[in-house]
């Protein structure tokens, strides 16, 4: 008798969808055009947005490090101590973005399912958009604290759970993505600002998409809206615009200080690689240096984006250079995905339960390393799949 056969029906169910992959191998860097599969592709799906993960001083400052430190941090930080390149990185990272304190993660999920439960306690609130990054749900599911939804964006719906629940509890929590990965849609801080100083609530932004995007030099979401110094905990990851692997939690000293005493992850798992150290420090030294990489990411994106209107593709109301091309069928946006890499451009298909059933898009992600014949190439494919398809006319 087969113990697995129910997840052998299963996959089987995934076939019958239309939603069952197969995951294509890079022979190569994550770079703008890549080796997929054995055949010249470019990637419109890399959280790379800056094209700093193969930038020569980042691999350089990467290879140095392994040089000098070796492949691992030894064991967790709380039992080896911290290397003298992490305290650097978080130092570097706190003047980058103007916050008095950093605690890197090894992820950016790590981050939020080490820092809520951290920072959150029986008696206490979370107050969550509905469409919050999965890390964020599992971490507020990992609290003791009660939790509470408001519905996406939506200023009243969220005071109307304040004025309802603020009183009952001692703390209370907001949490927002900064920019919503799925939508490319930015959260509206500002107001939310406005209702926790009214409320007395803490704000968590996980500006995992933010981060290297947005405000002068891509020092994030809140330095965007010019919020520094209002936003008690700002999570930004390592592993997208700045190329390398990790996350991080900006606050205040104290916060930093507790952390290192209840945040899980960083109690029970290897803190990160040296490589990845150095690399991500030497990223951060390159947007304090200039703002070249994200005026060139978002000069693609402006550029990509009018040539997919024009097309006649739904592109949603992003606000970032994040471009979901809308599908709505799930067996058909994982066909759009399969014919797009068969004429060599590779963007993956976002289907349930990472979106809600009909909401099937294809999620662009553009970077500062594409060339305009990167762009221009991609847009014909679109265009040839898309009419084959009967997606635009």
Same mark, same amino acid.
């Given at each position: 008798m087969n113990k697995l056969a129910y997840i052998d029906e299963k996959i089987e169910q995934l076939k019958t969808d239309g939603v069952y992959r197969v995951l294509p191998i890079n022979y190569g860097a994550c770079a703008n055009v890549i080796n997929l599969n054995n055949k010249r592709t470019v990637n419109l799906s890399a959280n790379n947005y800056l094209g700093l993960a193969t930038h020569p001083r980042v691999i350089a400052a990467a290879q140095a490090a392994t040089a000098k430190y070796g492949v691992g941090a030894g064991s967790v930080r709380t039992i080896v101590g911290n290397q003298d390149i992490l305290e650097n990185l978080e130092n570097e990272i706190a003047r980058f973005k103007r916050e008095e304190a950093v605690t890197v993660f090894q992820s950016g999920l790590n981050c939020n399912i080490g820092t809520i439960p951290a920072i959150t306690d029986k008696g206490? *609130?979370? $107050?969550?958009?509905? *469409?919050? %990054?999965?890390? /964020? /749900?599992d971490g507020v599911k990992l609290s003791k604290a009660d939790k509470a939804v408001f519905k996406h964006k939506d200023m009243v719906d969220l005071e109307r759970v304040l004025i309802e629940k603020r009183s009952l509890y001692r703390n209370v929590l907001i949490i927002t993505d900064g920019v919503f990965s799925m939508d490319g849609d930015l959260a509206p801080l500002p107001e939310i600002v406005k209702l926790a100083e009214k409320y007395f609530a803490l704000i968590y932004v996980d500006d995992a998409h933010g981060s290297g995007v947005l405000g002068e030099s891509g020092r994030g979401t809140v330095d965007h809206f010019h919020l520094n110094g209002k936003i008690d905990f700002i999570v930004g990851t390592l592993s997208k615009a700045i190329g390398c692997i990790g996350g991080y939690v900006a606050s205040k000293q104290n916060v930093k200080t507790w952390l290192l005493h209840r945040g899980r992850p960083l109690l029970f798992s290897t803190a990160l690689p040296p490589a990845a150290v150095a690399g991500a420090t030497e990223s951060i030294k390159l947007l304090s240096e200039t703002d070249e990489f994200t005026k060139r990411l978002?000069?693609?994106?402006?550029? &990509?984006?009018?040539? +997919?209107?024009? *097309?006649? &593709?739904? $592109?949603? %109301?992003?606000? #970032? !250079? /994040? #471009? !979901?091309? +809308?599908v709505g069928n799930e067996a058909l946006t994982m066909a759009f995905s399969k014919g797009l890499m068969a004429e060599g451009v590779f963007v993956s298909g976002i289907v349930f339960p990472t979106v809600p059933l009909g909401k099937g898009r294809l999620r662009v992600m553009l970077s500062a390393g594409h060339t305009k014949d990167d762009l221009d190439f991609a847009i014909a494919a679109f265009e040839k799949v898309g009419k084959a398809l009967k997606i635009i006319a």
């Open positions: 206490d *609130l979370i $107050i969550s958009d509905e *469409l919050n %990054h999965a890390s /964020i /749900i978002w000069d693609n994106g402006r550029y &990509f984006k009018a040539a +997919m209107k024009r *097309l006649g &593709f739904d $592109i949603g %109301h992003s606000e #970032t !250079p /994040i #471009t !979901p091309i +809308m």
